[in-house]
């Protein structure tokens, strides 16, 4: 039963490896940046394994990739080389099985604002299979964590910013996931919504979840975060433990603004 369990728990990891995207820029992004090249490569041969619970916190500044390194992740866009595997299933060639292991949560993917949470939070359960008995029951959980119950019905265009987000991790978890991926899960949050998010990825990461989490705010990593991967310009520059940078006795900001600038001055 123990080597079962332990083979169990290393299928139940999620590996970058060698990813490539590029994009084509356009007239008018060409002006915004300032560059006359046609193409940008937002990710450039990114690698990292998260394992199960455990916080993977995938820090950098805005425009080094990260987003575009998690919608890969979640099967929204294809890699250009390289690949990623989520419980051993490839994004590349069995997208549906891994869309079934992951909730994804970003900013660019909004609720519909005319639909209220309990009407979303039903309609994707039955996207995930879920028979009324588990959809019940998973409501219940959820949205008693988030104090969504008193909102249930009232449409998404009238909650605040922090109840939609809110909302928003409800719905994105209703199949109770395996891998937890959440892209800048704080942004524009008050400082109590901000923690109740926290509080429950560290929840989640205590229940043996694999949780992905993109941020450029080093409070987030320090406070939740087991290991950290720094992301600049669409490169992995460092990743490690927190425990082990700390025996280094440097600290996470230091390191993050030393590998900033000399990725500037490389370039």
């Not at 079962?4 to 084509?24: A, P, Q, R």
């Not at 080094?64 to 080389?81: F, H, M, N, Q, Y």
Request: proline letters at 2%; a negative charge; one cysteine or more.
């Amino acid at each position: 039963m123990g080597d079962y369990k332990v083979k169990e728990n290393l299928m139940k990891v999620l590996e970058v490896k060698d990813m490539k995207k590029t994009f084509s820029l356009s007239r008018k992004q060409r002006a915004i940046e300032k560059t006359d090249e046609t193409k940008k490569v937002a990710v450039n041969n990114l690698s990292f394994t998260a394992y199960p619970g455990e916080i993977y916190g995938l820090l950098g500044p805005n425009g080094a990739g990260k987003t575009t390194c998690l919608r890969a992740i979640s099967t929204l866009i294809k890699p250009d080389e390289g690949d990623v595997f989520v419980d051993g299933f490839s994004v590349r060639e069995d997208s549906y099985e891994v869309r079934k292991r992951i909730g994804f949560l970003t900013s660019e993917l909004k609720l519909e604002d005319h639909f209220s949470p309990n009407y979303l939070f039903d309609y994707f359960a039955k996207l995930h299979g879920l028979n009324e008995e588990e959809t019940s029951i998973r409501k219940e959980e959820l949205f008693a964590r988030f104090g969504i119950e008193d909102f249930r019905e009232v449409k998404v265009a009238d909650l605040s910013t922090g109840m939609k987000q809110k909302a928003s991790i409800a719905i994105s978890l209703v199949h109770d996931p395996d891998f937890i991926i959440f892209d800048e899960p704080t942004n524009g949050l008050d400082i109590l919504t901000a923690k109740s998010v926290t509080d429950y990825l560290v929840e989640l990461r205590d229940m043996g979840k694999t949780v992905i989490v993109s941020t450029h705010i080093l409070s987030v990593v320090e406070k939740i975060c087991d290991r950290v991967g720094i992301i600049i310009n669409g490169q992995m520059k460092w990743t490690d433990t927190l425990a082990q940078l700390h025996e280094s006795e440097e600290e996470l900001e230091s390191l993050f603004f030393r590998l900033v600038a000399e990725s500037e001055g490389a370039q």
